[in-house]
């Protein structure tokens, strides 16, 4: 838009350009050296008239404004013909950017009503899929809840078992343990049984063996005593 505006003003502000160049200059004050109008262009409209055959040798005052002016002249042609050719290019292009305009907003009402469509779609797609994502949470709680009673149970059956497993086994244990104690008790009033035994047959054994020692002593000394009497009954 800002283009359109800019090139829709260019035409403007050259057609002043142009308008204060066509226009002739204007003086405050008239210059005392140039001669009154109809002079001047008698003089420039018959040049080879008698009255100005004298002045041919030398130059005139007006020769430099009139090369000016004819400057001036063709500057403004040329300015002109510029100022047409942009005139109507800039109409050529004012006219193909608002071809290009009418066309973008087709498009661009086309896009937008394609983009309200998807949108609107796109709105009910995520409604169906939050609605079914939310039933299926639902779903997953209530199996989660149910998996986790389930296991609450087991995990009270279990903790059940394990306590009457334990009183099972620490009343084994207790009755293990007395038998064992009971045991102990046999064992070493067995033990002791055997002791006194034990200690009673070697003291026995003992008074055997010296009473055999002395047995054994008297024998020894009665046969002395008959080997020394047999020894004198035979001298």
Known sequence: ????????????????????????????RPCPSIPASGTAMAMYNNPMSPRFMGDLTEPHGFDKPYQVIKRLQADVQELR?????????????????????????????????????????????????????????????????AAVHQLNTLIQDEIRDRKADCSLRDTREASERSERQSDMGNLRQEFGNHKKISDAFRDDTVNSINNLNHDVEMIATTLCKVSTTKGTLSS
């Open 1 to 28: 838009m800002a283009s359109s505006l800019s090139l829709a003003q260019g035409p403007r502000k050259l057609s002043r350009l142009a308008f204060a160049l066509t226009q002739p200059p204007r003086l405050s």
């Open 81 to 145: 013909a510029a100022f047409q050719a942009e005139q109507q290019q800039r109409a050529v292009e004012v006219n193909q950017l608002r071809q290009e305009v009418s066309v973008l907003k087709e498009q661009l009402n086309k896009e937008c009503q394609e983009r309200h469509a998807i949108c609107h779609q796109t709105v009910q797609d995520l409604g169906i899929l939050r609605s079914e994502k939310i039933q299926a949470i639902d779903e997953l709680r209530s199996q989660f809840t």
